[in-house]
């Protein structure tokens, strides 16, 4: 299932790619993967970093089952590709009768602290659900492709259905997670239901936190469509794709325990100056406001950048138009303290001819945007285009992402399966947390490069006992008296930090 405010099978009717540059002479464009049908097509969503230094990722179609013919044969796969750019898949969905197994996971995916991969499938699983399609899965993976099958989503009136979203690891260990449609929302929604927000233990056992609305005005919203972030307060944060007062989407928080308030209404300004139809989750800066965009609205009607607190005050960083149009995915914060983000469309004006293949940007705190890339050119966009998915920042300091359509011509002639790109900007290497929150005593990952021969880990100036598990995985217990702060590691090469802060639970 496609999330319903999305230009995507619009762009796949009339998408003639060109040509793409860079914008300085500072960032460096590499295209890693160019996918083929057999092992993927069409990625959907982020890439994350797994323990052992590889990227993994999802894409929606495509692999070597012959159960999904919608675009191409294949319902899906899991796949890694290494910082040079060798892809392997991992898994391919539908090889279970039935598609138990699940059907396109649009979602990215989620690194648990036992070094297995959490995931959602939009469709499969039950196939009394929804029609023939199934209502989805929540899924875990070892890194060597043994997956078991968590929880598998009822639809309407239960638990949700259609999670398109990633899993937000909470501090607690379990994960938390959004449906776009399902859950029991009463007669507004009837027969799919407005969404809902659940959480579900490593172990697969899932509780509905809420189902959106509950009541005939959809004042809570409809269909969060985007994951969660968990904010420093401990409180979830995201944002509904449709519903609120003014039937443009929402900024919304809950509790670990289900208590729902909405932060904010989109398009409360005369014309929807503030934007519309927020697609993307939110990120949280070190200022603890959160950051994200919205697929519409703003002055020219292409979307918006927005900071709001966490009590609710928003405020509009950049309003986009045709030459950077529709930011669908959220942003990420970079080491550098600035945001970079995607749009699935704008950039070069001879790549189709209303839209453009997309664009990567970035914006600082204050709201001054840079253009670093405008997808596009050679014909037939072999360098990728229409980037729907957001960024991710490994620890090599460099920008990963994923385009949908471009690459291998060949492959759903002549729009191509989508690729793998990496965007050097000249940021340094770093080290990052599979969860940056913990209590002392408890033990939590650092990931990086080149971690052998560590012979210091500090926590905002605390030691902390480690240990070396690889040379790019170090398991860390939280120190009595520590607090919250960086962290650092002490590595043969030099001193790494950590990209954002580590929280100590009380």
């Known amino acids: 299932m496609r999330n319903a405010f999305s230009w995507k099978i619009a762009c796949v009717a009339i998408s003639i790619c060109a040509a793409m540059t860079t914008a300085s002479r500072a960032q460096v464009f590499t295209n890693l993967v160019a996918f083929d049908g057999s092992n993927g097509a069409n990625p959907d969503a982020s890439l994350i970093q797994g323990t052992d230094g590889y990227l993994y990722g999802t894409t929606s179609d495509g692999g070597t089952s ?47 602290t036992d070094g297995n991969l959490y995931g959602t499938t939009d469709d499969g699983g039950d196939i009394t659900c929804d029609g023939p399609s199934g209502c989805g899965t929540v899924f875990r993976l070892s890194p060597q492709g043994q997956l078991t099958t968590l929880h598998t989503f009822e639809g309407y009136p239960t638990d949700g259905a259609h999670p398109a979203a990633p899993l937000a690891l909470g501090a607690d260990g379990n994960f938390y997670g959004t449906t ?64 609120g007062t003014k039937g443009m989407g929402t900024v919304f928080k809950i509790t670990p325990r289900g208590k729902e308030s909405v932060l904010y209404n989109f398009c409360s300004g005369a014309n929807c100056i503030d934007g519309a139809y927020p697609e993307g989750g939110l990120v949280q800066g070190t200022d603890e406001n959160f950051y994200g965009t919205t697929t519409a609205g703003g002055p020219a009607g292409y979307g918006t950048v927005f900071e709001i607190t966490p009590g609710g005050m928003h405020t509009t960083l950049h309003t986009f138009d045709p030459t950077d149009s529709w930011p669908t995915a959220g942003l990420i914060l970079a080491t550098d303290g600035n945001f970079y983000g995607t749009t699935e469309a704008g950039g070069r004006v001879n790549c189709i001819t209303v839209f453009g293949c997309g664009t990567v940007f970035q914006i600082t705190a204050k709201g001054n945007l840079t253009t670093l890339y405008r997808f596009g050119a050679p014909i037939g966009c072999p360098l990728g285009c229409h980037p729907y998915s957001g960024l991710s920042q490994a620890t090599d300091g460099n920008f990963y992402g994923t385009t949908f359509q471009g ?31 913990a209590k002392a005593g408890e033990t939590f990952g650092i990931l990086g490069q080149a971690l052998a ?14 240990t070396v598990k690889s040379d790019t995985l170090i398991v860390a217990t939280v120190p009595n008296g520590a607090t919250t702060g960086y962290v650092t590691v002490t590595t043969p090469g030099g001193t790494l930090t950590s990209n954002v802060a580590f929280v100590v639970i009380p």
Do not use: M
């Open 66 to 112: 012959t159960g999904c013919t919608a675009f191409i044969a294949g319902c899906g796969t899991v796949f890694k590709v290494s910082p040079g750019g060798v892809l392997t898949t991992i898994y391919n969905f539908c090889t279970q009768a039935n598609c138990a197994d699940g059907i396109g996971p649009e979602a990215g995916l989620t690194l648990g």
């Open 180 to 243: 776009q449609t399902g859950g029991d929302s009463g007669l507004s929604c009837y027969p799919y239901g407005c969404g809902t927000v659940y959480r579900i233990s490593p172990s697969g056992v899932l509780t509905i936190l809420h189902s959106f609305c509950p009541q005939l005005n959809c004042e809570d919203g409809v269909q969060p469509g985007a994951g969660l972030v968990q904010g420093s307060d401990g409180i979830f944060y995201g944002t509904t794709l449709n519903g």
């Open 407 to 437: 690459g291998d011509r060949n492959c759903q002639s002549p729009y191509g399966c989508g690729t793998v790109f990496r965007l050097s900007t000249g940021l340094g290497p770093f080290v990052a947390f599979v969860r940056n929150a």
């Open 453 to 466: 021969g560590t012979s210091e880990v500090s926590l905002n100036g605390t030691p902390a006992p480690f």
